[in-house]
């Protein structure tokens, strides 16, 4: 029975580290033998690191984690801290005798969610990274406030950390977990609908359906600072490199179903893509199934990840969807 979590994939690990005095927080995503990996940028405003190896024409082929942060570029150090804990464990693409982790991330604004950032003279971000990594597992792991979805917001709502899966007819699980930080909306007007509500599966975001008429005013957070939806797609299905590429911008259309606007010059809304290679695909028309579950689940983890998160504990922060 699948958990709706990018963990019902086998072979995946998710880790938290939460700071509600900062507003802040980093999610490690690491697999347990490195995975074909590649991904796309298609906001306006992108922070990464490591993703131009994630091009499909780039050598490198395989990743031992992804990391989803908040802290702008400052949460760029969380990646060092993951390589830290990865480097203790043997992993790493071997060069020589030396073996370096490959771990690419994507990093969302939070700098002005009301949290306290003044932390002196150097980011927390690499230790987060590394505390992250020691609070990875399988299975169950918390949606919402949590991780690098602790001081996302929206438009309208507070955003956070959402996942879902889902299971194709050849028996492949395909899966997606993100960060929602949007210049848009992931509801419609001013009310509690969500955009995904199309793709919704068994209430798992308050089984609300669509409003009687939709309000499809543009409502944005603000038209000065970035913001960004960050996310990765994953399946355990053999993927080759370009296939996985080609997955990713799949779940890109999921993230522009479930978010309005989206991909604006102001976000940076990155997608990784990763399989696993556990079971091989027969037909075609399986990765075409494939890429189309792709949307779906990446519109159900970001309309989840909204709806599962609560207020910062600070005066003025963005009220919570479960607020009204």
Not at 42 to 65: C, I, Q, Y
Not at 90 to 100: H, K, M, N, P
Not at 137 to 158: M, P, R, S
Not at 213 to 219: A, C, K, P, Q, T
Request: glycine fraction near 14%.
């Amino acid at each position: 029975m699948l958990l709706n979590l990018i963990t019902d994939i086998a072979g995946i690990s998710i880790g938290h580290a939460t700071d509600l005095t900062l507003g802040s927080g980093v999610t490690a995503i690491l697999f347990d033998e490195p995975a074909v990996a590649s991904g796309s940028v298609l906001g306006g405003a992108p922070g990464g690191r490591d993703t131009a190896l994630l091009d499909p024409s780039m050598t490198v082929e395989r990743v031992d984690a992804f990391v989803l942060s908040g802290g702008s570029a400052f949460g760029l150090d969380a990646a060092g801290g993951i390589q830290s804990w990865l480097r203790q464990a043997g992993r790493g693409f071997a060069v020589g005798d030396i073996r370096v982790p490959i771990v690419p991330q994507a990093i969302l604004f939070d700098l002005l969610n009301g949290g306290d950032k003044d932390w002196g003279l150097h980011a927390p971000y690499r230790d987060m990274g590394y505390e992250a990594c020691r609070n990875a597992a399988k299975g169950v792991f918390d949606l919402g406030t949590v991780g690098a979805g602790t001081g996302a917001t929206t438009a309208t709502f507070k955003g956070g950390l959402g996942s879902a899966s889902a299971l194709g007819s050849g028996g492949h699980v395909i899966a997606a977990i993100v960060a929602v930080n949007a210049l848009g909306s992931a509801t419609i007007g001013s009310g509690k609908h969500f955009w995904a509500a199309p793709f919704e599966q068994d209430g798992e975001f308050g089984g609300l359906g669509m409003p009687p008429s939709i309000d499809h005013r543009m409502r944005l957070k603000g038209m000065n600072a970035p913001a960004t939806t960050i996310g990765a797609i994953m399946t355990d299905a053999v993927l080759t490199k370009a296939e996985a590429h080609r997955l990713s911008i799949a779940a890109h259309d999921g993230l522009a179903r479930a978010l309005f606007p989206a991909h604006l010059p102001l976000d940076g809304d990155t997608v990784f893509a990763a399989a696993t290679g556990a079971k091989p695909i027969e037909t075609p028309g399986t990765f075409m199934e494939l890429c189309h579950l792709a949307g779906v689940v990446m519109a159900r983890a970001i309309a989840r990840g909204v709806h599962e998160a609560t207020a910062l504990p600070h005066e003025g922060a963005q009220r919570a969807w479960r607020d009204i």
